[in-house]
């Protein structure tokens, strides 16, 4: 099993999820984040006083997908969040150990 | 004349509690509604009891005297030398809502990081040492700058430039000197934490200036409706004045738009009563341009800390009003004027120069009666200022153990 973490920009969220929904994706956790790659933040001014904002909002998605999954799931993120402009965001995958629905008590593949 | 002293006590809450309160930081928001709040019950209580008497019983050039203590002999019967068509108590009531708003325009100087007895114990000093000698020597009967009942130095205020904005804008600057600067200025971020409820407020001060100065004609009558023309238009000239100067280096804002307004509003006010609304359109616009430049330039360059710019904006407004006030009133807006005795318009420069004897006076009256009553406080309250826990965590926990925005409750 694979965890897949998603940073993407807000307004790519409803592509994204139907992107995921054509690769037979159902599950999946999204929340509002902060912070900053290459890309620029913005300034703002009160009365002459200058903050610049460089933590921006995204949205992150984490969702936990058998192995042989990967490739497309990553594929459909890409699809549905990608403008190719800078600050589209980026796409880390990592190991998981163990998964268990709380349920029933189901593990492993069987709890996706 | 009632719904005009209505709309100046809405002016002070909640126009300026939203104003300030809402531009300071979220932990201190409560803090800062409540000095306004402090000050529409405790200076209403002060002027029964003998602000009144002090600022318009008929005493020295200087003060009154206690005719008038505990409002004995202000009824219903009108005082014909202050208002002959109203009630001597309506009159009161008017000027009661002025003593109010003046010391809590001083609270934006000092706001975040004065505890709250000394504040209490600051305002009531600060009405007594210069709220009411100022409103005596301008508006009282024999007053030392009354231009209209028997003053030996003529200064024109219609409607409060030197009695309202200097005195409170200047002692603004000497609290945000002897206070010091928030705790952490400069290196933490310090944003208005509402900008749309500062903007309501913005607006809510806007609409209470009618009652302020066309309320100060006293009557229905031309010279209010003349009054009206005047604030309304400075203020318009004034919002455009900020926002363009900004729009000049970044981006037109909304917080310069609402600032503007108030500046305008600010250089208006003395001469409302006395200007045509062409002069008006000028005044304003000078006045958010020079407070612009108060407030994001000069506030910089010599790095105080005037919290929420009450001397930016009501200091330098104030007195850039009533030099203003002395180039463009006409006997042609307010036939109270003597012959040959208005403005610089009027060819009578000479004006200008009562003008300026009266910004020196209340420069210096609100600078030495600051300085005192600060001392006093310190000396009394052990410190103005909260300590750096007391402020780190906010002045709502720390003062008034309140929160504002409980929105898990």
């Known amino acids: ?112 | 004349m009632l719904v005009s002293c209505a709309l100046v006590l809405m002016m002070t809450g909640p126009g300026l509690a939203l104003f300030y309160g809402c531009l300071v930081r979220k932990k201190n928001v409560l803090a800062t509604m409540m000095q306004s709040f402090t000050l529409m019950a405790l200076a209403t209580v002060l002027w029964a009891i003998i602000g009144y008497s002090l600022s318009f019983g008929e005493g020295s050039a200087f003060i009154g005297d206690l005719r008038y203590l505990m409002l004995e002999g202000v009824g219903g019967d009108p005082m014909p030398d202050y208002a002959a068509t109203i009630p001597h108590q309506t009159w009161m009531l008017f000027q009661m809502m002025f003593a109010i708003i003046t010391p809590a325009l001083i609270t934006g100087a000092f706001a975040e990081r004065m505890k709250f007895g000394a504040m209490c114990l600051f305002m009531t000093l600060w009405s007594f040492l210069v709220y009411y000698p100022m409103a005596h020597m301008v508006w009282g009967k024999g007053g030392l700058l009354n231009a209209f009942l028997g003053g030996s130095i003529p200064c024109f205020d219609f409607a409060g430039g030197t009695v309202v904005h200097i005195t409170s804008g200047v002692s603004a600057l000497v609290c945000a000197l002897y206070l010091g600067k928030r705790k952490g200025y400069g290196t933490e971020p310090m944003k208005p934490h509402s900008l749309v409820l500062s903007f309501i407020g913005a607006c809510l001060l806007w609409v209470g200036w009618f009652g302020f100065n066309a309320g100060s004609a006293l009557a229905a009558n031309a010279l209010a409706s003349s009054a009206f023309t005047a604030t309304h238009f400075a203020a318009a000239t004034a919002a455009i004045g900020w926002v363009l100067m900004e729009w000049l280096h970044s981006k037109p804002s909304v917080l310069g738009g609402i600032s503007g307004a108030v500046a305008g509003l600010v250089v208006i006010t003395p001469a409302s009563g006395f200007v045509k609304p062409g002069p008006a359109l000028i005044m304003g616009f000078v006045g958010g341009i020079v407070c612009y430049f108060m407030v994001v330039k000069v506030k910089n360059m010599f790095n105080y800390d005037d919290s929420l710019d009450a001397f930016g904006v009501h200091g330098a407004g104030g007195t850039l009003g009533a030099i203003l006030t002395g180039v463009f009133a006409t006997k042609a807006v307010n036939s109270a004027i003597a012959d040959g005795k208005g403005g610089l318009i009027d060819g009578n420069g000479g004006q200008i120069v009562n003008q300026l004897i009266g910004v020196a006076i209340a420069w210096g009256i609100a600078i030495v009666g600051t300085l005192i009553i600060l001392k006093i406080c310190d000396i009394v309250c052990g410190g103005v200022r909260a300590t750096p826990e007391q402020e780190t965590i906010g002045l709502d926990v720390s003062q008034h153990g309140e929160e504002g925005y409980n929105f898990d409750a």
Request: glycine share 10%; no cysteine; aromatic share 4%.
């Open chain 1, 1 to 112: 099993m694979k965890k897949i973490e998603a940073i993407i920009q807000p307004f790519k969220l409803e592509d994204v999820k139907a992107a995921l929904k054509k690769a037979g994706v159902d599950g999946l956790t999204i929340s509002e984040v902060r912070g900053h790659g290459r890309e620029k933040g913005h300034t703002e001014i009160y009365r002459g006083q200058e903050y610049e904002v460089q933590e921006i909002p995204r949205l992150k998605l984490e969702l936990v997908v058998p192995a042989a999954q990967v490739d497309e799931v990553v594929a459909a993120i890409i699809e549905g969040a990608r403008t190719g402009k800078i600050g589209d965001g980026k796409i880390f995958v990592s190991e998981v150990s163990q998964a268990i629905r709380i349920r029933n008590g189901d593990a492993g593949e069987a709890a996706l």
